[in-house]
């Protein structure tokens, strides 16, 4: 028969082979977990990066929406300006002709050209602009010729009298100026 203290040993060497058996059993398990929160955690920042994605996405098509309805206002805008504008021109080339005009009513003559210069201040308030001919070189996609001339004393394609005046507001035309070119 085995003596206590070969009892004792062997329940020792069972006890430390159980307890190995317990702890590689217990770090698979761990391992096994850690493994299983990885994937979890990597799934979850899959998912994480994806949303961010889609609301960057999203804020830059958001940004991209507003600039575009501020660029189709501010077209609206000048759109319904030059439309209106265009309507009240020939009240204002009627005032250009009266401006000048002879007449013998100073003060006739001086309540037109307030009128007109509060009309045409108005209109730059709006952003309608003047188009210059008168001297410059002609610019088909400003004026409009309707004479020609041949004249030593003027340059080349020459705007020498504007018979209308043109206007525009912004980079849109209301209006080409009408006028004669020499050369």
Known sequence: MKTEEENIEQVK???????????????????AALDTLKAQL???KEKSDEYYEHLKRNMAEFDNFKKRISKEKDMM?????????SEILPVIDNFDKA???ETADE???????????QIVETLGK??????????KTFDPNFHEAVMHIEDENYGEKEVTEVFR???KI?????????????N
């Open 42 to 44: 990597k799934a979850e």
């Open 99 to 101: 401006l000048n005009a």
């Open 77 to 85: 805008y000048n759109t319904i300006t030059a439309n209106v504008v």
């Open 126 to 135: 709006l952003g309608v602009e003047e188009i210059e001919a008168l001297n």
């Open 13 to 31: 060497e069972e006890n430390v082979e159980q307890t190995a058996e317990v702890e590689e059993k217990t770090n698979e398990k761990e391992e």
């Open 170 to 182: 912004g980079d849109k035309i209301i209006r080409h100026a009408m006028v004669k070119v020499a």
């Open 107 to 117: 003060s006739y003559k001086n309540g037109i050209a307030m009128i007109y210069n």
């Open 165 to 167: 005046k043109g206007y």
